[in-house]
Structure formats: C-alpha cells, structure tokens
C-alpha cells in the first residue's frame, strides 16, 4: 500500500510540468523486434540492423507478463523464468548504443497472458489467477488471452510502476514503447466490476441496467478515458523523473477505435503533447489499403505537435506487399519516420535489410529527412 500511495503522491505533484517534446532527431527507420539471448545472434542482428540504416529497436521488453531483465515481482512482475536473473535489456542497450542505434523498451502493457490452448507450455504471469484484474462482458465472461482492464485501480498501478522501474534501472535507455494500450476488441469487453463501481460513483448508472443513449455515451467515454488518461499518467511520470531523456511512444491501430470494442480513440492521446512520438500500425495486406491507413494517420497526426511514426508490416511467405512498394507509399507523407513489424520476420529474408538501407540512402533527397 506505501507503493501506490507514493505513487499517487508523485503524480498529483508533477501535475503539469510537462515541457515541449524533444529536438527532432531525423527521419527514423524503426523496427520492432523479440529478443534474442544468444550473444552471436544478437551481433547478427545488429549487423543487419546497420545495413538497413535502422537508428531505432523496438526491444520487446514486457511480453505475456514478464519482464527480460530483473524485476521486482513483489512490486510488478517477474523475470522470464529461463532468463534466470540475467538483463537481458542491458546487454541490448550496451550493444546497441555501441551501434549508435537507439533502444526502446517495447511494452505489451494490457496484455499478460498467451492464449492456453495455443500455447499450453509458455510460463503463467504471477496474475494468472486475478479474476478481478481481466477484462469482462456484462455475464462476466473473458477472453482467453490474458487481457487486463484498465478501469481496475491495480492494473493501472501496475502499469505505470513497469515503467518507471525499467527506467531506473536502466536510466540511459532511449524510450518507453507502448503497446495494447486498448481493450481486445470482439465484443464489449469493457464491464470489468471496478470500472462500474468508478462510473456509478461518478454519478451514472451501471451500463448493463441502463442502455439510454445518453448513459452508454458516458459509458464509452469513461472506457476511453481509462486508456487516455493511462498514457498520460505513464508519460507524465516518466519524462518528469528523466527530464526528457526517455522518450514516451505508443503504437496504436491504424484507424482510431471510435466506433469499435478497442476504445482506442488514439487522436484525443495527441492534444497535450504527452507522447515523443505515435507509431499507427498500418498493418493491411494490399498495397492500397496500406496507402489509405498510413494517409489517413498521417493527416490525422498532422496537427497535432506529437510526430508520426508509419507502423509497416512484412513477413516473407505471407504475400505481404513488397518491402520496397510499402516504403514508396508512405514516402511523400508528413511522417517523421517508419517502424517494421519485425526485424525476426525480414530476418528470414535477409537481403531485404540491404533494399531498406539502399531506400535510407535515397532518401537524402526527400524534404522530410532534411
């Protein structure tokens, strides 16, 4: 209980000290990617790294509920179980700063779990059996991926702490990534008993007793709010402890989730300025669709002060559009760089590294990597 309390006292007292967001450091070339704990295949990665100009990893650092480097699991989680206590993201973090590539720590923040039947041996999170924690319908039901809500007063704890653990430990990491910051999406898996108790409090009435439109209307801006105001929350905290020497990002859906079960309205994230960066994962199997999203976001974005990053997506098999049709789509828009979904995917092609840094070097040229 002295945990949360100090941390409701920090935030309450940062307020909004917030400053204006970081000097521009160039177009970014991103790319999201799982780690690796052998050490020669870690140096080969940062080779292909290099050939494709990336000046950003997107290491995934908080996977299905563990961490890759020592955490405290009494106050947010443990450790991979095979890791056994190495840091693993410090070594990621050395290795890559001696590349001159900066290193994020990618976080799948309301997602702790795999799906049991998928995959039946991958290691529990210390939470699996938190009932209470997961998301819900209005007949209590769950999904079968451990999704957590964040209308529940601990998640929301919890979420905030991972953060700013990892950057106390590792203080010269570049950047916080944040990942599924949204609900699942399907169906309404918004009725988790702690997000109701919080909206009848506020003055409503429980969404499952009262459809009215003007009820479920405040019923859906309370869920966004919920995502809205954690990644404020995270952000806040975040660059006033590290004077803006952590980079806050979050990757997010390509269309805003204005209509959907996500809650995902990722434009109203934007008007403060909290985020270094947004990344919309334009993620759609054509080339035209994948067109219209990354525009669409784009313009999106525009007016707001937070820089766009265009999410792309490629894994060799799958009938993906080409590496070099997708950077071509994107590259006239007012982007400030792209991330791909995943280096361990172009891995299995590796002379797709060499067709994205020949497009690196071509775009010298281009206004936006002046």
């Not at 067109?291 to 098999?317: S, V």
Request: aromatic share 8%.
């Amino acid at each position: 209980m002295r945990a949360r309390i100090c941390l409701s006292t920090l935030i309450a007292l940062i307020g909004l000290c917030l400053g204006a967001a970081p000097a521009d450091v160039g177009f970014i070339i991103g790319m999201w990617h799982r780690p690796l704990t052998d050490d020669g295949a870690r140096a080969a990665m940062w080779d292909r790294c290099e050939r494709a100009g990336v000046t950003d990893l997107f290491v995934e650092v908080f996977h299905h509920g563990f961490t890759i480097y020592p955490s405290n699991a009494e106050r947010t989680f443990e450790e991979r179980p095979d890791l056994a206590g190495r840091d693993l993201l410090g070594a990621y973090i050395e290795e890559g700063h001696a590349r001159g590539i900066r290193v994020h720590a990618w976080l799948d923040l309301l997602l702790w779990g795999p799906d049991p039947e998928r995959k039946p041996d991958a290691p529990l999170c210390q939470y699996e059996s938190r009932h209470d924690l997961r998301v819900m319908d209005a007949e209590g039901r769950t999904t079968r991926m451990l999704f957590v809500s964040p209308a529940h007063p601990e998640v929301s704890h919890l979420v905030t702490l991972l953060p700013l653990e990892i950057g106390r430990l590792h203080p010269d990491l570049d950047g916080i990534h944040l990942d599924r910051v949204r609900y699942p999406g399907g169906a309404d898996f918004t009725r988790n008993p702690a997000g109701i108790t919080a909206f009848i409090r506020a003055g409503h009435r429980d969404p499952s007793e009262d459809d009215s439109e003007a009820n479920l209307a405040a019923w859906r801006e309370a869920c966004e709010g919920h995502l809205r105001s954690l990644v404020s929350q995270i952000a806040l905290v975040v660059h006033e402890i590290h004077s803006r020497t952590i980079d806050v990002t979050a990757a997010v859906r390509a269309e805003p989730g204005v209509d959907d079960f996500t809650y995902e309205t990722w434009p109203t994230w934007l008007s403060g300025g909290s985020l270094d960066a947004v990344v919309p994962q334009c993620f759609a199997g054509d080339i035209e669709t994948i067109t219209q999203q990354a525009r669409g976001a784009a313009e999106i974005a525009e007016p707001f002060p937070t820089p766009c990053l265009i999410g792309l997506a490629y894994r060799p098999g799958d009938d993906s559009p080409s590496v070099s049709d997708q950077l071509e789509a994107v590259e006239d828009l007012p982007i400030q760089g792209v991330v791909w979904f995943s280096e361990n995917w172009l891995a299995e092609e590796p002379e797709l590294f060499d067709e994205i840094g020949a497009w690196v070097r071509g775009e010298t040229s281009s206004p936006e990597a002046d």
